[in-house]
């Protein structure tokens, strides 16, 4: 199975966070 991956900025950090969407 594959998963998709989408980009999530953390908005008190600041940092790009990979979040998967099954």
Do not use: D, F, P
Not at 1 to 22: C, D
Request: charged share 20%.
């Amino acid at each position: 199975m594959n998963h998709i991956y989408r980009l999530v900025r953390n908005r008190a950090t600041g940092a790009w966070v990979a979040v998967a969407e099954i």
